[in-house]
């Protein structure tokens, strides 16, 4: 009996930890599916010697890439294919949607332009989920991508 009640013991502490991670989950998944998008959209470009485009679409709150041939590089996650669109969990909220300077948070579209050289329009994007706010900023001279907790 003793066996048996600490068994459960363990098993309900452990619910609470799990539940957290499937929590998470939603967010995580959008953070990476918006990360290997530009990461890729940016290879392409550097590559192919040519403009590459991600679009963004604040109110289906999806994300494709918009060069051509978008499933044909590698993916960034072991064992997975890549990513060349995405539609977010319901429970992931586009807050905000920045491009050079203009808010597109309203907006059906709003596109970010990887170029050749390495560089990239300037983008900010804000995603939250259930109290969490991950922040996802392109750095215009490189056009690579950095992932900031928010609040």
């Known amino acids: 009996m003793m066996v048996v009640a600490i068994i459960v013991l363990l098993m309900a ?4 930890a799990i539940l957290s991670v499937t929590r998470e989950a939603p967010m995580r998944k959008a953070v990476n599916d918006v990360m290997e998008i530009c990461s890729h959209a940016r290879a392409v470009a550097i590559l192919r010697g040519q403009t590459a485009t991600v679009v963004f679409h604040p109110h289906l709150q999806e994300i494709e890439f918009g060069g051509g041939a978008a499933a044909s590089g590698p993916s960034t996650r072991v064992g ?9 969990d319901p429970s992931v909220v586009i807050e905000g949607l920045g491009i ?5 948070t309203e907006s059906d579209e ?7 050289n390495g560089t990239s329009d300037e983008m900010t994007l804000v995603l939250s989920s ?14 690579l991508a950095t992932v900031s907790n928010v609040r």
């Not at 709003?110 to 050749?116: I, K, T």
Request: charge should be positive; hydrophobic fraction near 40%; avoid cysteine.
């Open 100 to 104: 050079n300077d203009f808010d597109y």
């Open 130 to 143: 259930g109290g969490e706010y991950r922040k996802i900023t392109l750095e215009v001279t490189t056009a």
């Open 13 to 16: 502490t452990g619910v609470p």
């Open 110 to 116: 709003g596109r970010v332009r990887f170029f050749a």
């Open 80 to 88: 997975r294919a890549a990513v060349s669109s995405a539609q977010f």
